[in-house]
């Protein structure tokens, strides 16, 4: 969120990324990228990883503003670039602008990204006009647009996209509506022309809005938003054996397990402030001066202990510990931009974005 943009929506939202042994229990979890949602996260060319998002960054309008971006990561999800904008080249210039972004590999080292858009500016963002489209790439940063719709239903929007190669078949997924409507099932030989087979069945608390992800040779899994984060399981994509709930709360998930094995989970978090009204003094917690020399202080009006972690921009996690006599000593820091999170014991989280000088 910045402060020259106060109405609620994505803009508002961080992503979060967390690890798991097991694709169930995750640990704490850390800023993967802010004004953010939408996340698609795979595996590519060996340890590297690559991560698409739709991208919220003011100014507004800018090619960081409302964009699909991507980020790479080369030492299994420690790190992480800072963001690109992706180029969609041969898209009709009629139409929207790509948006819900979901990464595949193909044919070795190929990427193929599947997305939204319509033809033409639908009245509200979202008709009938908008099916799934896809464009393709050797460097993750520069599509080819691929003409054509991949799925295009009638009479409804298709949005939120997900799409997998397991046994020997391209499975491409879509929430239909409310949470109990579920979700289309669509297959493919070729990722390209999809056949629409019986949709997946849901109730009114597990949405099939997420991504997919291959356990194993004979385990397709769901990952979907809910009160948690959840999982669904099967061995063909159109029987489904029961949600399994993670110790995650929030929305959109992608999980990609990386070369040490380990469970990556990025998702959609909580309203995430990344700018502070420092004359606001209605706010539970407040930090000053920003930007900051030496000390940070941070007045949380309230007589309970207090934590504090501080990350970079890439949400790499770079100091942590316990705030005394409400300042933070920061001196030692790089000048830069830097998120600092605040967890009062027993109470609420509140992020903040800092600038050190």
């Not at 050797?138 to 599509?143: K, P, R, S, V």
């Not at 356990?215 to 029961?242: A, H, I, K």
């Amino acid at each position: 969120m910045n402060q020259g943009w106060t109405q609620s929506g994505p803009w508002n939202n961080a992503l979060r990324m967390a690890w798991s042994s097991d694709g169930v229990t995750f640990g704490p979890s850390t800023v993967f990228q802010d004004s953010a949602g939408v996340p698609s996260v795979i595996s590519w060319k060996g340890d590297t990883l690559i991560a698409a998002f739709q991208w919220f960054r003011e100014p507004k309008p800018s090619l960081t503003w409302d964009r699909v971006a991507v980020k790479f990561s080369y030492d299994g999800g420690l790190s992480w670039t800072e963001p690109d904008p992706i180029v969609v080249q041969g898209i009709p210039s009629n139409y929207q602008r790509p948006f819900d972004p979901t990464l595949v590999r193909f044919e070795g080292d190929s990427l193929r990204i599947y997305f939204s858009s319509s033809d033409g500016l639908p009245m509200g963002g979202l008709d009938a006009q908008v099916n799934t489209y896809s464009a393709i790439s050797a460097d993750g940063i520069h599509y080819t647009f691929e003409s054509g719709a991949r799925v295009d239903i009638s009479d409804k929007p298709v949005i939120d996209p997900a799409v997998i190669y397991f046994k020997d078949t391209w499975h491409y997924t879509a929430p239909i509506g409310a949470p109990q409507d579920g979700a289309y099932h669509y297959i493919s030989s070729d990722g390209i022309q999809f056949q629409q087979l019986s949709s997946i069945p849901s109730d009114n608390v597990h949405n099939w809005t997420g991504n997919l992800f291959i356990e194993n040779d004979n385990e397709l899994r769901f990952y979907g938003s809910g009160p948690m984060v959840w999982y669904n399981s099967s061995q063909d994509g159109s029987t489904w054996n029961g949600f399994v709930a993670t110790n995650i709360k929030g929305g959109d998930p992608s999980v990609v397990r990386t070369a040490g094995g380990q469970y990556l989970l990025i998702y959609v978090g909580p309203p995430f402030a990344t700018s502070i009204m420092v004359d606001d003094q209605s706010r539970a917690v407040r930090i000053y001066p920003n930007p900051v020399l030496s000390t940070l202080y941070v007045d949380t009006k309230s007589t309970l202990s207090a934590s504090y972690r501080i990350y970079g921009l890439t949400g790499i996690l770079i100091a942590d510990g316990t705030i005394r006599d409400q300042g933070l000593n920061v001196s030692l820091l790089s000048a830069g931009s830097y998120f600092l999170e605040i967890t009062i014991t027993g109470g609420e989280t509140y992020i903040f974005h800092f600038m050190k000088i």
